[in-house]
């Protein structure tokens, strides 16, 4: 059974930082591209940020210079580094897996809540 759990969101002042993490299991890891994705009120979720397997990362150009995706592959685990917030960075966060060889083989967390705001 494969298992994203994401932790670490919450409330942060604008310029705060947080640290999203999402743990995997069920799957293995280091094959998968992985994502975070976030999901605006009455909006369609939208791409973050990823990492490939081979480490190669791509991000949207809002979240550029100031959010970080990594991957620790003998933890099974992915983080989001987010620095210098702002209030619209505020949305539910979810975790992606995707074996892009694989049909079928794309899985997602729960989805941990980001608040941003004085």
């Known amino acids: 059974q494969v298992q994203l759990v994401e932790s670490g969101g919450g409330l942060v002042q604008p310029g705060g930082s947080l640290r999203l993490s999402c743990a995997a299991s069920?799957?293995?890891?280091?094959?998968?591209?992985m994502g975070w994705y976030r999901q605006y009120p009455g909006k369609q979720r939208e791409l973050v940020a990823t990492?490939?397997?081979?480490?190669?990362?791509n991000y949207v150009d809002s979240v550029k210079g100031r959010f970080t995706i990594s991957r620790d592959n003998a933890r099974n685990t992915v983080y989001l580094q987010m620095n210098s917030l702002k209030s619209e960075d505020t949305a539910v966060y979810y975790c992606?897996?995707?074996?892009?060889?694989?049909?079928?083989?794309?899985?997602w967390g729960q989805g941990t809540q980001v608040t941003v705001s004085s």
């Open positions: 069920g799957i293995i890891f280091r094959f998968y591209t």
């Open positions: 992606n897996a995707n074996h892009v060889s694989t049909i079928g083989a794309n899985y």
């Open positions: 990492i490939t397997a081979g480490s190669n990362t």
